[in-house]
């Protein structure tokens, strides 16, 4: 926050430290695992778990760091508000998997277009709400040059840091793939609803700028690297 405080306006170090306290992707960590030929069922359990734990600790996280900006609400509310918008639809899509689980199979790629265009909605309406509240007017160009400067370097750091990680406790290519995936990915579906929970609607927009900026950039990243990883020789994988 001190380094940021220097390059940035306060409003976008905020959003920076908002963006530090959301848990990882699950869709692309999962599939930027399998192109990277790594191990799924981790990824699996990792992303899942990564958005699981968010609900409680994201709220927390955030009364914690901007408590003193006067902006985050009662954290406590907060964790029953996103468990309503995040916890209960995942809850109830796996009770009713019994019934529907055959459907949603059979109907196959159909089905994303309900999928993505629901996540294209999200982000289409923080994007919308932040442009009506004048974001573009209250940030300078420099400002998000430099912005755009520091998610690539904290992108960096994350995955240099997942990497160094995984090579230091020995794991071998393919869960080294897996923890990079997970543990350096942040979701801008779970983030967005977070961020219109936690924040009033006229800090909205600079919260949440970050995270769009982040969220494309570790995409487009995490797909060269993944092919990287996924043009290795097939039994390197299991060698330390």
């Known amino acids: 926050?001190?380094?940021?405080?220097?390059?940035?306006?306060?409003?976008?170090?905020?959003?920076?430290?908002?963006?530090?306290?959301?848990p990882a992707?699950?869709?692309?960590a999962i599939?930027?695992?399998?192109?990277?030929?790594?191990?799924?069922?981790?990824a699996v359990c990792s992303a899942s778990g990564s958005t699981l734990l968010g609900?409680?600790?994201?709220?927390?996280?955030?009364?914690?760091?901007?408590?003193?900006?006067?902006?985050?609400?009662?954290?406590?509310?907060?964790?029953?508000?996103?468990?309503?918008?995040?916890?209960?639809p995942f809850a109830v899509g796996h009770l009713l998997r019994p019934w529907t689980g055959?459907?949603?199979?059979?109907?196959?790629?159909?089905?994303?277009?309900v999928d993505q265009g629901s996540i294209l909605l999200v982000v289409y309406t923080a994007f919308s709400s932040a442009v009506v509240a004048g974001l573009w007017k209250q940030m300078p160009l420099p400002a998000m040059a430099v912005l755009f400067a520091m998610c690539a370097l904290l992108l960096a750091a994350m995955m240099l840091w997942c990497i160094w990680l995984s090579r230091r406790?020995?794991?071998?290519?393919?869960?080294?793939a897996t923890i990079l995936f997970c543990g350096a990915q942040k979701s801008l579906v779970s983030g967005i609803p977070m961020a219109k929970v936690l924040f009033s609607a006229s800090?909205?927009?600079?919260?949440?700028?970050?995270?769009?900026?982040?969220?494309?950039?570790?995409?487009?990243?995490?797909?060269?690297?993944?092919?990287r990883y996924g043009q290795r020789p097939s039994d390197s994988g299991d060698a330390p």
């Not at 800090?203 to 092919?227: D, E």
């Open 55 to 88: 609900i409680v600790f994201t709220p927390l996280l955030v009364g914690l760091l901007l408590a003193h900006s006067g902006h985050a609400g009662d954290p406590l509310e907060a964790v029953g508000r996103i468990a309503g918008q995040l916890l209960l």
């Open 169 to 176: 406790l020995g794991m071998n290519t393919a869960d080294e």
């Open 25 to 28: 992707t699950v869709q692309s």
């Open 203 to 227: 800090v909205v927009g600079p919260m949440v700028l970050p995270v769009l900026i982040f969220h494309p950039m570790q995409i487009m990243i995490s797909a060269v690297i993944a092919a």
């Open 102 to 113: 055959g459907i949603l199979q059979r109907l196959g790629r159909n089905i994303r277009v």
């Open 1 to 22: 926050q001190p380094v940021w405080g220097w390059l940035l306006p306060a409003a976008l170090v905020q959003g920076m430290l908002f963006l530090c306290t959301l």
């Open 31 to 42: 599939a930027l695992t399998g192109v990277a030929r790594g191990n799924i069922p981790a």
